[in-house]
């Protein structure tokens, strides 16, 4: 299939691209890699009157050192964040390999991965278990919302008409972190069945567990997660992990929450290996 004609503009800046998305409300859409609103597009998914270029601009592909954290542009590739390690956030290299095939990665970007918001996808899941914070930029000045509140539901976000993702700011694991990240997928580099992903940082006193690949955005399990923190691998018990996605995921299946209490265990593994 073939898209729906739309036109086509490419913004010299971040405020020309506000300005144009704000032009055509609701019928416009910023371009960046392009890696899922072009399938979009060509299924007719998606029917934007206006595309706005926004994959040159040098302010979305920075990538820069804010003491604590990292902040890296929206526009920033999987492919970039897989060969340049960042210090203090070794599993954004570790997932970013992950996404995908290398031909994927060197369009895709972590902005428009958060914005398309597919349930199965890495970013959504490893963002959120990371405490990272999404920054959003509009005609009327930009906020900062959490990771794992951004994606409302399968394919929605916060992301107003008017907005675009600026950038997310990723905070540095203390020297004792331990983090594990873990999904099934029939074939590498397709998307996963089920995946989980890990962060316990007793020096930030940050524990956090999120399982994905569900019908909604990842979920948290804070039970298990307290209870790693407190009593290592040990004190999570099949049950206590088999319990806590039936809260989260009422509508999962026996043989699907069996997959994705197998996913949490072998993140807890990596994490806290034996």
């Keep these: 299939m073939k898209a729906a004609a739309f036109e086509y503009a490419r913004a010299t800046d971040v405020a020309g691209a506000l300005k144009l ?30 595309l706005v270029d926004v994959s040159r601009l040098e ?3 920075a990538i820069i050192d804010e003491g604590d954290a990292w902040r890296i542009g929206a526009s920033v590739t999987h492919a970039a964040l897989e060969d340049r390690p960042l210090a ?4 954004l290299a570790q997932v970013a390999r992950g996404i995908a095939y290398r031909a994927v990665r060197n369009r895709g970007t972590i902005g428009g991965s958060l914005a ?9 899941l490893a963002l959120a278990a990371l405490g990272a914070t999404v920054r959003l930029t509009g005609t009327k000045g930009s906020r900062d919302i959490g990771a794992a509140e951004f994606m409302l539901s399968a394919f929605a976000t916060a992301l107003a008409d008017e907005e675009i993702v600026e950038s997310v700011r990723v905070p540095k694991l203390s020297a004792g972190a331990v983090w594990g990240y873990y999904k099934f997928c029939r074939k590498a580099g397709e998307f996963p069945e089920a995946s989980a992903a890990l962060l316990l940082d007793a020096e930030r006193r940050m524990a956090r567990l999120f399982a994905g690949a569900l019908d909604r955005p990842p979920q948290p399990l804070d039970t298990v997660a307290r209870a790693l923190a407190q009593g290592g691998a040990q004190a999570a018990t099949a049950d206590m992990i088999d319990a806590a996605l039936a809260r989260v995921a009422p509508g ?9 209490a197998t996913a949490v265990k072998r993140a807890i593994l990596q994490a806290l290996p034996a």
């Design 59 to 61: 302010t979305l592909q």
């Design 252 to 260: 999962l299946g026996p043989a699907a929450r069996k997959l994705r």
């Design 21 to 50: 998305l704000a032009s055509q409300p609701g019928d416009a859409k910023p371009l960046a890699g392009g890696q899922s609103l072009g399938p979009m597009l060509n299924l007719r998914l998606a029917r934007p009157k206006l």
């Design 116 to 124: 398309h918001a597919d349930p199965a996808a890495d970013w959504p």
């Design 88 to 91: 203090g956030c070794a599993p």
